[in-house]
């Protein structure tokens, strides 16, 4: 039975006491029944929190990003930082009198872990499926990576508003209502020769592959398959009707 290991970004909080004692019953209760439990713990570098807090820590003490200290130098910081929070983690565990297995305890920036997943990786590159595409991303300006929706930070704004964005010397404008012009591919006689989209997010725009309508609004009546000429991408999308998400 495997630890979910915690992240060495902090330290344990009631929501770990909680699994811990649910797994530790469970392992212990399957031991008096004469059954074989390895329960093994381990803690988690997690990616991008971890590389945050340690980077923030590196510029606080030294005034140098990881980029200019060194990828060996940079992974030598994060495994002195899970020394120091890892141990705390082990002890707080510990305290919780968790029935574990510590003889086999890990961390997943362990070299084995590590090696096992460049492997994985690579068998999934060899098997077709890791490819490079054009996509829509999250990318953060601090961190110069591509980031998961978890790590993104939701910021609800009213009108117009300057949010400070990390790594822009300057507040960015969100809030505004963008108007954009789709022009009609082969416009039917006396019909609409363009399709006017509002949005706040014109920057979601890179990902359209298509334009709907609603088929009872009248403004747009006999452009059900027509084709739109996508005002960013220079690329034809198809317009298609949809009256339950689209209101006329």
Same mark, same amino acid.
């Given at each position: 039975m495997l630890l979910p290991p915690p992240?060495?970004?902090?330290? *344990?909080?009631?929501? &770990? +006491? *909680?699994? *811990? %004692?649910i797994q530790d +019953?469970? +392992? $212990?209760?399957? $031991?008096?029944?004469?059954?074989?439990?390895n329960w093994v713990p381990g803690t988690d570098h997690a990616g991008i929190s971890t590389q945050t807090v340690v980077e !923030?820590? #590196?510029?606080? =003490?030294?005034?140098q990003t990881r980029h200019e200290v060194g990828r060996e130098a940079f992974v030598a !910081?994060?495994? /002195?930082? !899970?020394?120091? &929070?890892?141990?705390?983690?082990r002890q707080q565990t510990t305290r919780l009198g968790a029935s574990l297995n510590w003889d086999q305890e890990y961390f997943t920036m362990d070299p084995r872990h590590s090696q096992l997943v460049r492997d994985a990786f690579i068998r999934l590159y060899e098997d077709g499926l890791?490819? $490079?595409?054009? !996509?829509?991303?999250?990318?953060?300006?601090? *961190?110069?990576?591509?980031? %998961?929706?978890? =790590?993104?930070?939701?910021?609800p704004t009213e009108g117009r508003t300057l949010i400070e964005v990390p790594g822009i010397k300057f507040k960015v /404008?969100?809030?505004?209502? &963008?108007?954009?012009?789709?022009?009609?591919?082969d416009p039917p006689p006396g019909g609409p020769r363009c399709v006017r989209v /509002?949005?706040? $997010?014109?920057e979601t725009m890179l990902g359209d592959v298509a334009l709907a309508i609603c088929s009872r609004d009248d403004r747009y009546k006999g452009l059900d398959g027509k084709?739109?000429?996508?005002? #960013? #991408?220079?690329?034809?999308?198809?317009?298609?009707?949809?009256d339950i998400l689209v209101d006329p």
């Open positions: 992240n060495v970004t902090g330290v *344990l909080h009631i929501g &770990h +006491a *909680l699994t *811990l %004692s +019953a469970i +392992a $212990r209760w399957n $031991r008096m029944h004469g059954r074989n439990v !923030k820590r #590196l510029h606080r =003490e030294t005034g !910081k994060v495994w /002195e930082w !899970k020394q120091a &929070h890892g141990d705390q983690i890791v490819y $490079r595409a054009t !996509k829509m991303v999250n990318w953060s300006c601090a *961190l110069q990576s591509v980031i %998961s929706d978890i =790590e993104v930070d939701q910021i /404008e969100f809030g505004v209502l &963008h108007t954009v012009e789709f022009s009609v591919i /509002e949005t706040t $997010r014109p084709r739109v000429m996508h005002p #960013l #991408l220079g690329q034809q999308i198809p317009i298609i009707c949809d």
